[in-house]
């Protein structure tokens, strides 16, 4: 540990969570005193105590007793969010939604990640968000898109319970996030949770109405952007298209997980645990990207 550590704790012990816990325990500046579950018998909670980690089967009044943190991660549900973030902020002057809630301050890090180092509620929209809107941004910096949809392909597995539940709120939230972000007029966003076999990699497929849209400058922005995804969140950030026309761009992206437990076809447990373990790290330091 170094002087900069931060003790965090983890909110939701199922699959998000306990991805995150491991990457938390891989990060020089993050030290995770707790992981909290509202049920003893967990499967995430008994691998948490596996890999040495203190837990709590008390749910969000077990966290706050056993406060304070520098940073709570919530990786429970939107709904449950909603009803006890105001209890995490007595506890923790940061805290990282990794819900779809829609309360804290919605960011993406390659995107406003400057501005939320003094942010005290983050909201990280969703992972369908974190991997389109730093692509949608990059297009849409030179010119005013009028629509914008986005088609999310998830591999059944990583689709936990509590994601289920929330895939109202899930579309809901990423098609504010995408016009805050884009400034579009219209967005539209569907999710297919793929029961294939063998799994389909996460991916995010886009189309962007724009009139007045140059090839050249897309190709470059959107270039730009891959490079900055892959520097914070994994090599397997990869542009798989791109097709620009006259007022419309077609463009998709894969994200493949790295690790020691996930499979590569989780993308989007990666993707959305790496956006919250930089945006707690960058705290640490005082730096952004």
């Given at each position: ?29 993050l030290?995770?005193r ?124 990583t ?30 966003v ?43 969140c994994t ?9 620009v ?35 707690a ?9």
């Amino acid at each position: 540990m170094n002087s900069s550590t931060l003790n965090v704790a983890v909110l939701g012990a199922g699959l998000i969570g306990l991805d995150l816990v491991e990457k938390i325990k891989a990060s020089p500046y993050l030290d995770c005193r707790l992981v909290v579950g509202r049920d003893p018998k967990a499967l995430g909670l008994r691998r948490a105590a596996g890999l040495g980690l203190t837990t709590s089967a008390g749910g969000v009044a077990g966290l706050v007793d056993a406060g304070p943190f520098d940073v709570v991660f919530d990786a429970s549900s939107a709904a449950a969010h909603t009803a006890h973030w105001s209890d995490l902020s007595t506890v923790a002057p940061l805290i990282v939604d990794l819900t779809p809630s829609s309360i804290g301050t919605p960011v993406v890090p390659a995107v406003n990640g400057a501005d939320a180092l003094d942010c005290g509620h983050i909201n990280l929209i969703s992972c369908g968000g974190q991997a389109s809107i730093p692509l949608l941004h990059a297009v849409t910096r030179d010119v005013a898109a009028t629509y914008i949809e986005v088609v999310t392909t998830v591999a059944s597995p990583t689709v936990g319970r509590a994601t289920r539940l929330n895939l109202d709120e899930y579309i809901a939230t990423t098609q504010a996030a995408i016009r805050t972000f884009t400034g579009a007029a219209q967005a539209k966003v569907l999710v297919n949770i793929s029961p294939a076999d063998p799994p389909p990699p996460f991916r995010v497929a886009m189309t962007v109405q724009a009139p007045g849209v140059d090839p050249a400058r897309v190709h470059a922005a959107l270039k730009d952007a891959e490079q900055q995804a892959q520097a914070w969140c994994t090599p397997g950030f990869t542009i798989t298209s791109c097709h620009v026309t006259d007022g419309q761009v077609t463009v998709a992206a894969e994200v493949t997980a790295t690790g020691t437990r996930l499979p590569a076809h989780a993308g989007n447990l990666h993707l959305i645990n790496a956006a919250a373990v930089l945006l707690a790290e960058q705290r640490a330091t005082g730096k952004a990207l």
